[in-house]
């Protein structure tokens, strides 16, 4: 009898701790489909299953979902609407919309981890698509740089650069703001992927001194030499080796008293070891993406590099994010 007690209860414990699944999976698809948009003015569920062609049984249930979670509510005459929308992501057509990180995590995060038994019991890992999936993580950055960009305009208004690169620029984001607030700031951004670089382009051509280029920083040669360099986010792209190569790289493009920034999860840091942690279990399942350095890791690279680590400081402490600089020894 005790031992049938503790299997329900165990039972009902895991069923709790799976109810906020309920919220991202709601949010996820109200997203991807842009119904909390289409629901901000009461509608049936048949208008809306007709308007964006969609099974009503589903949509039905989706709805019952968004009742009992109070994302939905119901109105008069068997209608719905968007309840707590500040809560909830914006348009997808909101190229800054949060929904970016739930694309992100349902799509790519969430599967990984689900296929981790076949992984371990296999002799092969999954290969990340970067045309597939790189204009998700573009976005997912996005949200990043909205936290990190006034640390580093700080930083390069501090210093008084001139010239700055942004090695794994994705979108631009930073270059782009950098030159709104600094009209006579030369910029020049290098991205592996064309798709995104192609975007970059668009979304810079308008903002004056900025250079963009597909290419990647390892091979890529340049007469230059840069104020500040930027590395956001782009870390668990390359090996340990690689690694080393590409701050060897980098030191030789820096001027004398200039700066390196790089925003990075790391493994068993102070902040955020729940996420550093997971994030590494993603990276490890792909054979061509790598787990996320620890402060020791840095330090070495730094080094070798003829660097030295001067600032070492957290940027969103819960994912375990930190922003560094380093400058010539």
Not at 18 to 24: E, S
Not at 31 to 36: H, K, M, N
Not at 139 to 145: D, G, H, P
Not at 186 to 214: F, S
Request: contains cysteine; proline residues 4%.
């Amino acid at each position: 009898m005790l031992k049938e007690y503790v299997r329900v209860f165990k039972a009902r414990g895991w069923m709790k701790r799976n109810m906020p699944f309920l919220y991202t999976w709601h949010a996820y698809i109200g997203y991807e489909l842009d119904l909390y948009e289409t629901f901000r003015k009461p509608k049936t569920i048949h208008e809306v299953a007709v308007q964006k062609s969609l099974k009503e049984d589903l949509l039905e249930r989706w709805i019952d979902v968004g009742v009992s979670i109070k994302y939905m509510k119901r109105a008069s005459k068997n209608r719905f609407r968007t309840s707590r929308s500040f809560m909830l992501p914006s348009s997808k057509r909101n190229p800054r919309s949060t929904g970016v990180i739930l694309k992100e995590m349902m799509e790519l995060h969430i599967p990984t981890l689900l296929n981790y038994p076949h992984l371990m019991q296999s002799q092969e890992k999954q290969t990340f698509d970067h045309e597939e999936h790189g204009m998700t993580v573009a976005q997912t950055s996005s949200l990043l740089e909205q936290l990190a960009f006034p640390k580093i305009a700080a930083m390069i208004r501090k210093q008084g650069a001139e010239n700055v690169l942004d090695v794994g620029c994705g979108h631009g984001g930073y270059i782009r703001r950098l030159a709104e607030a600094n009209p006579g700031l030369k910029l020049t951004g290098i991205e592996l992927n064309e798709e995104v670089a192609q975007e970059a382009e668009r979304r810079c051509q308008n903002c004056g001194h900025i250079d963009i280029r597909c290419e990647n920083a390892l091979s890529w040669s340049t007469g230059e030499k840069y104020d500040y360099i930027m590395v956001n986010n782009m870390l668990h792209y390359l090996s340990p080796e690689d690694r080393g190569k590409l701050f060897q790289q980098l030191g030789s493009w820096l001027t004398g008293k200039g700066t390196i920034s790089v925003i990075t999860p790391i493994q068993h840091s102070r902040h955020g070891k729940q996420f550093s942690s997971v994030f590494n279990s993603f990276f490890t399942a792909f054979d061509n993406l790598y787990p996320v350095p620890e402060e020791k890791d840095m330090q070495n690279i730094a080094a070798e590099a003829g660097l030295a680590i001067n600032s070492f400081r957290p940027v969103i402490k819960e994912g375990g994010w930190y922003i560094l600089t380093m400058q010539k020894i």
